[in-house]
């Protein structure tokens, strides 16, 4: 099994500039999320979804777009670059919504805003 | 907004010792789930071991095991028997929110020593 895929692992972007960060899963979860991990905060969730057609905010939503249009994907999009969103992204899934469930996280976006 | 406050940024440990990494969380829900999660230097997420806020018995997982005092609201992580391969950032993680969401500490830097 791939588990979850992040792509890309690494991406530079200039300040303005949009992109999608793509995150897929295999293991058929209804529950996908993304985090963002800066030195000294751990992870703080950005969005997150329980299933396809529904998306919510986390923590930290601010510049940032999702969508789930099937249960395998959930790209989340910076619309317009900014410095602040330098980071290293987690996309994560959870079988359901049932919360014992353990989170699956891919291996992370490192992503540099000059 | 939850927090979480794991108060040793750093941790050491000699192999074939113990440690306790300790955590701390407020919360006014009765019914929740705690995470540990370990991240090596390869960035990876790697579920440790999980509790149910409702579950007196502390949960164990081979050498790792946790001290949860609900009253408190205290989850510590003891390692026993550290091996080299222990050595990693540490997140205590509960959930929050009806138990949708987690919300992670900043991290415990744990060094094993030879």
Same mark, same amino acid.
């Given at each position: 099994?791939?588990?979850?895929?992040?792509?890309?692992?690494?991406?530079?972007?200039?300040?303005?500039?949009?992109?999608?960060?793509?995150?897929?899963?295999?293991?058929?979860?209804?529950?996908?999320?993304?985090?963002?991990?800066?030195?000294?905060?751990?992870?703080?969730?950005?969005?997150?979804?329980?299933?396809?057609?529904?998306?919510?905010?986390?923590?930290?939503?601010?510049?940032?777009?999702?969508?789930?249009?099937?249960?395998?994907?959930?790209?989340?999009?910076?619309?317009?670059?900014?410095?602040?969103?330098?980071?290293?992204?987690?996309?994560?899934?959870?079988?359901?919504?049932?919360?014992?469930?353990?989170?699956?996280?891919?291996?992370?976006?490192?992503?540099?805003?000059? | 907004?939850?927090?979480?406050?794991?108060?040793?940024?750093?941790?050491?440990?000699?192999?074939?010792?113990?440690?306790?990494?300790?955590?701390?969380?407020?919360?006014?829900?009765?019914?929740?789930?705690? =995470?540990?999660? @370990?991240?090596?230097? *390869?960035?990876?997420?790697?579920?440790?071991?999980?509790?149910? /806020?409702?579950? %007196?018995?502390?949960?164990?997982?081979?050498?790792?095991?946790?001290?949860?005092?609900?009253?408190?609201?205290? =989850?510590?992580? @003891?390692?026993?028997? *550290?091996?080299?391969?222990?050595?990693?950032?540490?997140?205590? /993680?509960?959930? %929050?929110?009806?138990?949708?969401?987690?919300?992670?500490?900043?991290?415990?830097?744990?060094?094993?020593?030879?």
């Amino acid at each position: 099994n791939a588990g979850v895929t992040q792509t890309p692992k690494f991406q530079v972007l200039k300040t303005g500039q949009s992109m999608t960060l793509q995150c897929a899963q295999d293991m058929n979860h209804e529950y996908m999320s993304w985090y963002r991990q800066d030195p000294g905060m751990g992870l703080r969730l950005i969005h997150y979804s329980v299933g396809a057609g529904i998306t919510d905010q986390g923590e930290v939503p601010n510049g940032y777009n999702v969508s789930r249009s099937t249960t395998e994907d959930f790209p989340l999009r910076l619309l317009s670059a900014a410095p602040s969103q330098t980071s290293v992204y987690f996309c994560a899934s959870r079988r359901d919504r049932g919360s014992n469930q353990p989170q699956h996280f891919g291996d992370g976006t490192r992503l540099s805003i000059l | 907004a939850q927090t979480v406050t794991q108060s040793q940024p750093e941790m050491s440990v000699q192999e074939a010792e113990t440690v306790t990494l300790s955590c701390t969380y407020d919360t006014s829900e009765s019914d929740y789930y705690l =995470f540990w999660y @370990k991240q090596p230097p *390869s960035r990876q997420m790697i579920l440790v071991i999980r509790q149910e /806020a409702y579950k %007196q018995q502390n949960a164990t997982e081979n050498r790792f095991s946790v001290n949860f005092q609900k009253a408190a609201k205290s =989850f510590s992580l @003891k390692i026993s028997d *550290s091996q080299l391969g222990d050595a990693a950032m540490y997140f205590c /993680a509960p959930t %929050q929110g009806g138990s949708e969401k987690l919300v992670f500490g900043k991290g415990t830097k744990l060094t094993v020593n030879p």
